[in-house]
C-alpha cells in the first residue's frame, strides 16, 4: 500500500520560511518523480516544484522560483520543500504527489496541471502566510 505523509506545515508572516517533508512508503522512490502541487480555496490544483529522485534534477513554477527549493533523501524515502520569502499569496493546503511518469516537470514548464494523472497524494499540510 503506498502511502505519502507531509507534514511541516503552519503559519507564518511574510517573509517567513517553512520547510515541508514528504515521506513515502510501499512506493518505488528511486528513478521516479515526486512533487509538490498547492491549491488555495475556490483555486485549482498547481504545480509548484519536482524533483527526479534518480538525477536529483527539480524543477519549479515560475511563481516560486529562487524562493522555494526542493530536495530529498534517498536513504529515508523523504522529500523537502523549503519555502523561504514566503509571501500572502502562497497561502494553500500543500500536496506532496507520487510522479513514476515524471508528468510534473513537463506541466511546471507548461503552466498547465491535470491532478488526475497522479495516483498517489498524501494528506495535505495546511500553509498560511499573513501579511
Known amino acids: 500500500q503506498v502511502q505519502l505523509v507531509e507534514s511541516g506545515g503552519g503559519s507564518v508572516q511574510a517573509g517567513g520560511s517553512l520547510r515541508l517533508s514528504c515521506t513515502t512508503s510501499?512506493?518505488?522512490?528511486?528513478?521516479?518523480?515526486m512533487g509538490w502541487f498547492r491549491q488555495a480555496p475556490g483555486k485549482e490544483r498547481e504545480g509548484v516544484a519536482a524533483?527526479?529522485?534518480?538525477?536529483?534534477?527539480?524543477y519549479f513554477a515560475d511563481s516560486v522560483k529562487g524562493r522555494f527549493t526542493i530536495s530529498q533523501d534517498n536513504a529515508k524515502n523523504t522529500v523537502y520543500l523549503q519555502m523561504n520569502s514566503l509571501k500572502p499569496e502562497d497561502t494553500a493546503m500543500y500536496y506532496c504527489?507520487?510522479?513514476?511518469?515524471?508528468?510534473?516537470?513537463?506541466?511546471?514548464?507548461?503552466?498547465?496541471?491535470?491532478?488526475?494523472?497522479?495516483?498517489?497524494w498524501g494528506q495535505g499540510t495546511q500553509v498560511t502566510v499573513s501579511s
Open positions: 510501499g512506493y518505488t522512490y528511486i528513478d521516479n518523480c
Open positions: 504527489a507520487a510522479d513514476p511518469s515524471c508528468f510534473l516537470p513537463v506541466e511546471l514548464k507548461q503552466g498547465r496541471y491535470t491532478p488526475s494523472r497522479y495516483t498517489y
Open positions: 524533483i527526479s529522485t534518480l538525477s536529483g534534477n527539480t
